[in-house]
């Protein structure tokens, strides 16, 4: 076995024994910037519930000029002849938005390289990877931390792809609706129809419903409302034409409506809110103006996790913050001053046009 192959058995070994959580156990695909697909680039979400130690690596980053239709290939594939500039670009942000890895790769070999390793604070992290080219990357990620404090999700929004190759079924994207949150819709991108492509979506009671073959370029979207586990398979029908057959998955990212109104339902003037997380969206009300009180909260598909705190799922939701005037009590006493005498007086007092 040469080093390449040994590399390549190495990594596949290594992702049938990836810990509950990950992204799944199949290589994921980016398209390069001049295919001409509807995204050409890749979105994870590094979510960390807990402050906990974790390892982070991505296999074959670089792309590899030897995988195309090698044995065990991982989905490298390019079409400028070998002449083009071939890069990728791997970006890691915080949850306020700050880049805390930027790291870009070329042509080399498969490889593993490390992104993080060490202790992280609770919080959303992007992952985002762009492959610049006529081509497409093929790469894996391993995250090694509690799964019950850390895992590693596809970002709502945005596409993952990956390689179809053969006759047997694969089930590369999967996720859980959780029954709080609002109903999904996931999309299925460029299958290139049903000669080249065979879609099943897998239900939480285990039965299989067989989809429409996205056509080249097309979308097919499938709404999700019952919560549980649901599977996405796919496989190459006899007679299919391509070698491999990249398909895209995208979860839709849904809108979460804000309002802060008064007990009348009227916008109040100076009330601010923000929102925050690039899985789960948190919207948590920021300020309240002077002479206002914060009376109640009343959510659609959100989890409340304070008064003045709403988390929403992918699917999004809506959120009023209700705002009440202040209210107080004035006491007037009317007097007559005689010398040194004092006397009770009758008092009139006018709010505008009214006599109290």
């Known amino acids: 076995m040469g080093v390449r192959r040994f590399w390549i058995a190495v990594f596949f070994a290594v992702l049938s024994a990836l810990a509950v959580g990950q992204v799944g156990n199949h290589p994921l695909v980016v398209p390069g910037t001049e295919l001409g697909w509807e995204s050409a680039r890749l979105e994870l979400v590094l979510r960390v519930t807990e402050r ?24 490298d594939e390019r079409y400028d002849g070998g002449k083009g500039e071939l890069k990728t670009l791997l970006e890691i942000f915080d949850a306020a938005g700050a880049v805390r890895l930027r790291k870009e790769w070329g042509v080399e070999p498969h490889r593993w ?24 990357n093929a ?18 929004g945005s596409m993952q792809t990956y390689n179809v190759h053969g006759p047997k079924w694969v089930y590369p994207f999967a996720l859980e609706k959780r029954g709080w949150t609002a109903p999904l819709v996931v999309g299925i991108y460029d299958g290139d129809g049903p000669e080249e492509l065979e879609v099943r979506a897998r239900k939480p009671d285990g039965t299989e419903e067989a989809l429409p073959s996205p056509p080249n370029g097309g979308w097919v979207r499938y709404p999700i409302d019952e919560a549980g586990s649901y599977r996405f398979g796919f496989r190459q029908p006899e007679g ?32 601010a809110y923000a929102t925050s997380g690039y899985y789960d969206r948190t919207v ?73």
């Open 240 to 271: 299919a034409k391509q070698f491999t057959n990249t398909v895209g998955f995208e979860i839709f990212l849904g809108d979460v409506a804000v309002e802060v109104v008064d007990e009348e339902g009227r916008p109040v003037a100076g009330a």
């Open 113 to 136: 390289y490390k992104l993080v390793d060490g202790v992280l604070s609770p919080g959303d992290y992007l992952i985002t990877v762009k492959f610049f080219g006529n081509g497409k």
């Open 52 to 75: 906990t130690p974790l390892k982070l690596a991505v296999f074959s980053p670089g792309f590899d000029p030897g995988d195309y239709r090698a044995p065990n290939e991982l989905g």
């Open 139 to 156: 790469l894996a990620f391993k995250l090694d931390g509690d799964p019950a404090k850390v895992t590693l999700q596809v970002a709502p």
């Open 284 to 356: 948590r009300l920021t300020k309240v103006p002077e002479g206002w009180t914060h009376v109640a909260t009343a959510a659609t598909y959100g989890k409340k996790l304070a008064e003045d705190r709403v988390l929403f799922g992918p699917g999004g939701g809506r959120v009023r913050f209700v705002l009440r005037p202040q209210t107080g009590t004035v006491a007037l006493v009317g007097a007559a001053v005689c010398a040194a005498e004092r006397l009770p007086a009758p008092l009139v007092v006018k709010l505008g046009d009214r006599r109290c």
